[in-house]
């Protein structure tokens, strides 16, 4: 199965599929004791199992948050290309019901396709995608296919990456009020237009994924941000989904960085305040000398 990676987003003929929103709480209420043995009340992410069914057939199950499942399922099979278009699906039903969201039963989500669809798993993922944050490539051939990936000349001016990490550092996010989560968000220039935070930043890429893919958003001029490391699957997924500039506060691996220059990829790691470490692909970022600190 081939999916086109570099195809101008075009509006379809066909609805776009139905999808529930079935947003789970993101965090819940615990006791704790703490150093000076006094109990108080504090708040920690929902983490809660989701297993795919792919017309009846079980595919995965995945530790998520449970922010916006729907999203996050179709930009899964998207990302590990298991459909090429997303008019090849018909509905996706989340039901937290089944597990009530708790350890041990796992929710459900049943992605119907359309009847001419002809998606054919050859090969199914029976398994869990833990909460850790090196998911890994159930099908494992992400990397065979990246030479067909052709990402649009676009560039970041150094102000614009200044606004864009001010404006994560302005976000209410999950993280503030009970940390152990990832978060993502996608930018045009400075604009934030979608935020999803996740227990792995995996599913958080893959939920920005569907969200551009359900809203026919191109990634022409977009750029990616996360708070976790660029590993190489991070940045394939990201390519993928046809954006040309990732920015991390954290850092990048080596295979992350091979990829990146590989591609042509601008890679900017250790973003915070006005620090950060362009990786890859410099020329995707306008210098302002205006704003550069000099030394000491």
């Not at 237009?193 to 359900?214: P, Q, S, Y």
């Not at 976790?228 to 991070?234: K, P």
């Not at 692909?281 to 704003?291: F, G, I, S, T, Y």
Request: charged share 20%.
């Amino acid at each position: 199965m081939s999916a086109v990676l570099n195809a101008p987003e075009t509006a379809s003929a066909l609805p776009k599929p139905h999808l529930t929103r079935a947003r789970a709480p993101l965090t819940r209420s615990v006791t704790v004791t703490n150093e000076f043995g006094e109990v108080s009340e504090t708040q920690i992410p929902a983490e809660r199992a989701l297993t795919i069914y792919l017309d009846k057939k079980e595919l995965v199950t995945l530790m998520t948050l449970g922010a916006e499942p729907e999203w996050l399922v179709l930009g899964f099979l998207r990302n590990q290309r298991l459909i090429d278009s997303v008019d090849q699906i018909e509905s996706i039903t989340v039901d937290w019901t089944i597990g009530e969201g708790e350890v041990g039963e796992p929710g459900v989500a049943a992605v119907k396709t359309r009847a001419n669809a002809q998606v054919v798993i050859e090969r199914s993922a029976e398994r869990v995608v833990t909460t850790g944050c090196g998911q890994g490539s159930v099908f494992g051939d992400l990397m065979a296919h990246i030479d067909e990936i052709e990402l649009p000349p676009a560039q970041i001016t150094q102000s614009q990456l200044y606004g864009l990490v001010n404006a994560i550092r302005l976000q209410e996010t999950t993280y503030k009020s009970s940390g152990s989560v990832h978060g993502c968000a996608l930018f045009q220039g400075e604009e934030m237009l979608k935020f999803v935070e996740d227990v792995g930043r995996h599913n958080a890429v893959d939920t920005i994924a569907g969200w551009m893919w359900m809203h026919d958003v191109s990634a022409q001029d977009k750029v990616f941000y996360t708070t976790g490391r660029l590993t190489s699957e991070m940045v394939i997924k990201s390519a993928q989904m046809g954006v040309p500039v990732v920015v991390s506060r954290s850092g990048i691996t080596q295979m992350g960085l091979d990829v990146a220059k590989r591609l042509g990829l601008c890679a900017i790691g250790r973003a915070t305040n006005k620090r950060f470490l362009c990786f890859s692909a410099p020329e995707r970022l306008v210098w302002q000398p205006e704003l550069l600190t000099p030394p000491g």
